[in-house]
């Protein structure tokens, strides 16, 4: 649970956070994506302007391309842009989804000589043990986006996701009452049951909702965050109870997969479905109408902290952070970077536009969201 976020200087922190990462040196590094189509390396060499910088080596484990288009559409290359301007080697893998692979990424990191590193963990016990060993061998490590239960990170870097889970929640609510909905019961289409953030965004959506008057309906969570079974799960709950008024769906993976559902009983865009990571499905779906509200999290944002607190610590400096959150597991406070995600709807989705995160040729796909990015001016 968060402990302490100072989230009024987030954007200080971070600006500080990245200019921290500015001291280049002759480097370079490796970007291997999970896919064999997409395996090219995506690095290149930086003069030479510090000894620290070029001692530096960072190891990036990334879970998996299927929960999310964002691990490789924009982690990937955020993180390689703010490694390779830095002039600091490194090497970025993708688990894809197998923690045997993970465990395999890890020890060959840690014989490979990184001096910090940072994954996004499969599950706590499988990343914690990854840490652990790599602390053994006097290895600083981070945990990005994920908190890893456990593990005893040096330093933790994401959003406050408890707030994320808040937005949605909140968001979710805005729906109904603007649909004139004020009570009923709300499904919740909940994420891994093995990602903590899993547990802190419905920490925060289950609260919003139930403080609006609301009442939860059927409550499940999707095993590995996997949209196929969450298809499979969602049709068996509206099944089981169609007399819903919403869907808290934990991501825009999930949201899809339930709004298909939906879609099948003639239901989509009528019972109001959330989302989080402003992919472009689920932009386009809130253009469409058919998904209420997507979160956005400025992923840039979130990388180039990471990728400052890494520089950091390889150089043996102290990251700067803005907050701490509690470990449950070893009950440690660990030094955190908290960010701030923004809600998402149709009147705003140019925003998302506007940060670079996307383009409207990407989002504006579909006859419904074509009508709506002309309304809205999204060109």
Same mark, same amino acid.
């Given at each position: 649970m968060r402990t302490r976020s100072l989230a009024l200087v987030v954007t200080a922190a971070t600006s500080a956070l990245v200019l921290a990462a500015c001291g280049g040196s002759s480097s370079g590094g490796t970007s291997s994506s999970a896919a064999a189509s997409s395996s090219a390396p995506a690095s290149s060499s930086a003069p030479a302007s510090s000894s620290a910088a070029a001692a530096a080596k960072v190891g990036v484990i990334l879970p998996d391309s299927a929960s999310s288009a964002r691990w490789e559409t924009a982690d990937r290359k955020y993180l390689t842009d703010a490694f390779t301007a830095a002039g600091v080697e490194f090497d970025i893998q993708n688990a894809g989804g197998d923690k045997a692979k993970f465990t395999t990424l890890c020890d060959g990191m840690i014989s490979g000589g990184v001096n910090v590193l940072m994954i996004v963990n499969l599950d706590s016990d499988t990343g914690a043990a990854c840490s652990k060993k790599a602390a053994a061998q006097g290895i600083k490590t981070i945990d990005y986006d994920r908190l890893t239960l456990g593990g005893g990170a040096s330093v933790y870097v994401s959003f406050d996701n408890v707030a994320v889970g808040t937005a949605m929640g909140t968001g979710l609510v805005k729906c109904l009452k603007d649909a004139g909905v004020t009570t009923g019961a709300v499904d919740l289409l909940n994420g891994s049951p093995t990602d903590n953030n899993a547990t802190l965004f419905k920490q925060g959506y289950e609260k919003a909702i139930k403080d609006a008057g609301f009442t939860i309906g059927q409550d499940q969570s999707v095993p590995d965050w996997d949209n196929t079974k969450a298809g499979t799960i969602f049709e068996q709950m509206f099944a $089981? #109870?169609?007399?819903?008024?919403?869907?808290?769906? &934990?991501?825009? @993976?999930?949201?899809?997969?339930?709004?298909?559902?939906? &879609?099948?009983?003639?239901?989509?865009? $009528?019972?109001?479905?959330? @989302?989080?990571?402003?992919? #472009?499905?689920?932009?386009?779906?809130?253009?469409?109408?058919?998904?209420?509200?997507?979160?956005? $999290?400025?992923i840039k944002k979130e990388a180039d902290a990471a990728a400052a607190a890494a520089i950091a610590l390889a150089k043996g400096e102290t990251p700067q952070t803005n907050g701490t959150v509690k470990d449950s597991v070893s009950g440690m406070d660990v030094p955190s970077v908290l960010l701030v995600p923004q809600a998402i709807f149709t009147d705003n989705v140019k925003d998302v536009i506007a940060d670079g995160f996307t383009t409207a040729a990407k989002i504006c796909t579909t006859e419904a969201a074509k009508a709506a990015c002309t309304k809205l001016g999204i060109s």
């Open positions: $089981k #109870d169609p007399n819903i008024v919403g869907v808290n769906a &934990a991501n825009d @993976g999930l949201g899809g997969a339930a709004i298909a559902v939906l &879609a099948k009983n003639n239901l989509a865009g $009528k019972i109001p479905v959330t @989302g989080q990571d402003a992919t #472009d499905e689920g932009l386009t779906r809130v253009l469409e109408g058919t998904q209420c509200v997507t979160v956005y $999290k400025a």
